[in-house]
């Protein structure tokens, strides 16, 4: 069964960083290229950033570009978000999420939250 | 970046009824479309994935069409755990962009 599990959120102030992980399971992880999707409270979806499975090619949303890197581990199998320079408007659920064949989000994990806040 | 808009915003409707939503792009994304549905307090999940094809363990009664700008999810005869969000998503070009969701309620 595939599994992907988020930590790392937190209430952080404006300016601050906050690193976020996904441990993946129930599928071989170094196959698979990954994404972190983000959704704010009450809002809709938002996609944030792309790495592929060898990380050779990394794309990121333009309103975090500069701020946020994606990274990965395939020797532990997780996947991780290095957030900084927070603002207010970063405050969502971030999902992990695995790219399917067709580059579809496939399996998402169940979220963690971050709230920016002073 | 392409635009999905969909609509309606919500559609009220009754179990055993069907379900039509749609989903429309600011410019051609061929086929590549998905549609996810999220329930309250839950992560996403996979429907349809380019398209119209239906994602591992998708029940049937849900059914995705068209091509370039204009898509449709339909949902047969609506179960009483089919009632939540719905969102279409684009690949054909970075970024990947999300409709703001059909709410699907009684």
């Known amino acids: 069964e595939v599994q992907l599990v988020e930590s790392g959120g937190g209430l952080v102030q404006p300016g601050g960083s906050l690193r976020l992980s996904c441990a993946a399971s129930g599928f071989t992880f170094s196959s698979y290229n990954m994404n972190w999707v983000r959704q704010a409270p009450g809002k809709g979806l938002d996609w944030v950033s792309y790495?592929?499975?060898?990380?050779?090619?990394?794309y990121y949303a333009d309103s975090v570009k500069g701020r946020f890197t994606i990274s990965r581990d395939n020797a532990k199998n997780s996947l991780y978000l290095q957030m900084s320079s927070l603002r207010d408007e970063d405050t969502a659920v971030y999902y992990c999420?695995?790219?399917?064949?067709?580059?579809?989000?496939?399996?998402w994990g169940q979220g963690t939250l971050v709230t920016v806040s002073s | 970046e392409i635009a999905l808009t969909q609509s309606p915003a919500t559609l009220s409707l009754s179990p055993g009824e069907r379900g039509t939503l749609s989903c429309r792009a600011s410019?051609?994304?061929?086929?590549?479309l998905a549609w996810y549905q999220q329930k309250p307090g839950q992560a996403p999940r996979l429907l349809i994935y380019?398209?119209?094809n239906r994602a591992t363990g998708i029940p049937a009664r849900f059914s995705g069409s068209g091509s370039g700008t204009d898509f449709t999810l339909t949902i047969s005869s609506l179960e009483p755990e089919d009632f939540a969000v719905y969102y279409c998503?684009?690949?054909?070009?970075?970024?990947?962009?999300f409709g703001q969701g059909t709410k699907v309620d009684i």
């Open positions: 999420t695995r790219a399917g064949v067709a580059r579809e989000f496939d399996y």
């Open positions: 790495i592929s499975s060898s990380s050779s090619t990394i």
């Open positions: 410019q051609s994304v061929s086929s590549y």
């Open positions: 998503q684009q690949r054909r070009n970075w970024p990947p962009t």
């Open positions: 380019d398209a119209s």
